[in-house]
C-alpha cells in the first residue's frame, strides 16, 4: 500500500485532515492560547458589552462595542490558526549526503601499522555570499543538507527551517519563513484586543460612576467582572505588548530573535539589513513562497544506489558479499598454491642434490639446511586494513605468491631431505 509524505515523516510534526495542517509536537498548548482569548472575550460580552448597548444614544453605538470585540476576536484566532497550522518553511530532508561535498582525507590507522588510509569526510561549513558579503553556512547531519542563510534546525520540531526565528509554544509551532507575518500580525492584534477590553471595562466602570452618582471603589463593587477583565488585560499586556515591541524592532533591523539572542555579542554585522522601510517592505509586502513540502503526495521508492568506491580494493563490497568470507577464499587460494609449489619443487630439490653428489663435494643436511637459510626467509602472511566508503572496516588477506613458492622449498626440504641422500 502506498504511502504519503505525511505518514512518513520524519519530524515531530502531528497531522490532522490527512496532512493538509501540520502543526508542532506541542500542538496541545494552542488549546491553552485559545481559551486565555475567547474566555475573557466572553465574559466581556456577557458582563460588559452588553450593558453598554444603551449608553450611547445617538444611532445605538453602543451595539457596535459588542460587535468589534466578537469580529476582532475572531480575526485573532484566524491569525492564530494562520500562524500554527501551516509549514513554516520546512525544508525537505535529503535521502543520501550530497556526494559532491565528499572529500578524500587520509588518516593514520594504528591498525595496518601506520599506513595512511583514505576516509570520506563532509566539510562542516562552506561560504556562501549574501549582499555582498560571505556567510558561513553549516552542514546538517540530522537532514543532510548544508543549511541555507538564516536556516537553523528546530530542536524541538526537529526539521531544518527557513528564516528560523523561535520555537513558539504558545502556538505550538516553529516560526519561520512562512508563518513570520501572520505571527507578528497575531501578538500585535493580540496586543491592540487586550488596550481595548481593558478601554471598554474603565468605560463601563466610568457610565456606573454617573448613572449612580458614586465613587470608583463603589462602581467597582457593582461590577466585579469589569475589575477582573481590567486586572487581566494589564497583565496580559506585559506579554504580549513586551513580543510585539520586541519583534517591532527586529523587523526594523531585519534580525530574527535567533540571531539576536547568539550573535549580539559577538557584534557581527547585519548583511541583511536593507533599511528600515525595505525591512518592513521584505516581511509585509513580498510574496509567501510556496512550501516545498507536498505533504499528501505518494512517498516514491528510490532505487538502491551503488556503493561509492574507495581508493583501495573493494572487491567484497562491490560483490555484496561478507567480508570474512572474502577472507576464507584468498586463504582457501593460497593453501591451494602452497601445496602445488611444494609438490614441484620437491622433484627439483631432489634431483638438484642428486647431480651435486655425483659431479661435486659431498654435502651434509646441515650445509644444505644452512645453504637454503642464508638465501630464504620465513614466509609471511601480510594484513592490511581498508576502510569501506562509508566508515565500515573490512579485512582483506593478501599472500604474497613468491614468498609461498621460495619458501616451500625450505619446509619440504627439511621434511625429505635424509642425510644419507646428502652424502650421495
Same mark, same amino acid.
Given at each position: 500500500m502506498e504511502k504519503r509524505v505525511y505518514q512518513v515523516w520524519k519530524g515531530s510534526n502531528k497531522f490532522i485532515l490527512g496532512g493538509r495542517l501540520i502543526f508542532g509536537p506541542d500542538a496541545k498548548s494552542l488549546l491553552v492560547t485559545i481559551l486565555l482569548i475567547t474566555v475573557p472575550v466572553i465574559i466581556f460580552c456577557v458582563f460588559v458589552a452588553r450593558h453598554l448597548r444603551h449608553a450611547f444614544s445617538s444611532y445605538n453605538a453602543g451595539y457596535a462595542i459588542l460587535v468589534v470585540a466578537i469580529v476582532f476576536t475572531i480575526y485573532v484566532l484566524i491569525l492564530l490558526f494562520l500562524t500554527s497550522a501551516r509549514d513554516p518553511g520546512i525544508i525537505p530532508r535529503n535521502l543520501h549526503p550530497p556526494e559532491e561535498e565528499l572529500r578524500y582525507e587520509s588518516s593514520v590507522s594504528a591498525e595496518a601499522g601506520g599506513r595512511q588510509t583514505p576516509g570520506l569526510q563532509f566539510p562542516r561549513t562552506k561560504e556562501v555570499m549574501v549582499n555582498g558579503f560571505q556567510v558561513r553556512v553549516k552542514y546538517c547531519d540530522t537532514c543532510m543538507l548544508y543549511r541555507p542563510p538564516r536556516c537553523s534546525h528546530c530542536s524541538i520540531c526537529n526539521n531544518c527551517?527557513? @528564516?528560523?526565528? =523561535? =520555537?513558539?509554544?504558545?502556538?505550538?509551532?516553529? +516560526?519561520?519563513?512562512?508563518?513570520?507575518?501572520?505571527?507578528?500580525?497575531?501578538?500585535? %492584534?493580540?496586543?491592540?484586543?487586550? +488596550?481595548?477590553?481593558?478601554?471598554?471595562?474603565?468605560?463601563?466602570?466610568?457610565?456606573?460612576?454617573?448613572?449612580?452618582?458614586?465613587?470608583?471603589?463603589?462602581?467597582?463593587?457593582?461590577?466585579?467582572?469589569?475589575? +477582573?477583565?481590567?486586572?487581566?488585560?494589564?497583565?496580559?499586556?506585559?506579554?504580549?505588548?513586551?513580543?510585539?515591541?520586541? =519583534?517591532?524592532?527586529?523587523?526594523?533591523?531585519?534580525?530574527?530573535?535567533?540571531?539576536?539572542?547568539?550573535? @549580539?555579542?559577538?557584534?557581527?554585522?547585519?548583511?541583511?539589513?536593507?533599511?528600515?522601510? %525595505?525591512?518592513?517592505?521584505?516581511?509585509?509586502?513580498?510574496? +509567501?513562497?510556496?512550501?516545498?513540502?507536498?505533504?499528501? %503526495?505518494?512517498? @516514491?521508492?528510490?532505487?538502491? @544506489?551503488?556503493?561509492?568506491?574507495?581508493?583501495?580494493?573493494?572487491?567484497?563490497?562491490?560483490?555484496?558479499?561478507?567480508?570474512?568470507?572474502?577472507?576464507?577464499?584468498?586463504?582457501?587460494?593460497?593453501?591451494?598454491l602452497l601445496k602445488i609449489s611444494q609438490r614441484r619443487n620437491i622433484e627439483e630439490i631432489d634431483e638438484d642434490i642428486r647431480s651435486r653428489g655425483s659431479n661435486g663435494p659431498a654435502h651434509t643436511a646441515l650445509d644444505v639446511d644452512s645453504f637454503l637459510e642464508s638465501d630464504h626467509r620465513a614466509p609471511t602472511i601480510r594484513s592490511e586494513t581498508r576502510h569501506s566508503s562509508w566508515g565500515r572496516r573490512s579485512g582483506s588477506w593478501e599472500i604474497a605468491t613468491d614468498d609461498v613458492l621460495v619458501n616451500s622449498k625450505v619446509t619440504e626440504s627439511r621434511s625429505h631431505v635424509t642425510p644419507k641422500e646428502a652424502r650421495r
Open positions: 527551517v527557513e @528564516r528560523f526565528d =523561535h =520555537h513558539c509554544p504558545w502556538v505550538g509551532q516553529c +516560526i519561520g519563513l512562512r508563518n513570520y507575518r501572520y505571527f507578528f500580525m497575531f501578538v500585535s %492584534s493580540a496586543t491592540l484586543l487586550c +488596550i481595548y477590553v481593558f478601554s471598554m471595562s474603565a468605560v463601563y466602570i466610568k457610565v456606573l460612576m454617573d448613572d449612580h452618582h458614586g465613587t470608583v471603589w463603589k462602581a467597582m463593587q457593582e461590577s466585579p467582572p469589569s475589575v +477582573i477583565l481590567m486586572a487581566y488585560c494589564f497583565i496580559a499586556l506585559w506579554f504580549v505588548g513586551g513580543l510585539t515591541g520586541f =519583534h517591532s524592532y527586529l523587523i526594523a533591523t531585519n534580525q530574527t530573535t535567533y540571531e539576536n539572542f547568539r550573535f @549580539r555579542a559577538d557584534n557581527r554585522i547585519n548583511v541583511y539589513n536593507l533599511g528600515c522601510p %525595505s525591512n518592513f517592505l521584505e516581511v509585509f509586502c513580498t510574496k +509567501i513562497k510556496p512550501s516545498k513540502n507536498n505533504l499528501r %503526495s505518494f512517498v @516514491r521508492e528510490e532505487a538502491p @544506489r551503488p556503493t561509492l568506491p574507495s581508493t583501495q580494493g573493494a572487491e567484497a563490497e562491490d560483490l555484496g558479499g561478507d567480508p570474512r568470507s572474502k577472507v576464507e577464499d584468498d586463504l582457501d587460494i593460497g593453501e591451494d
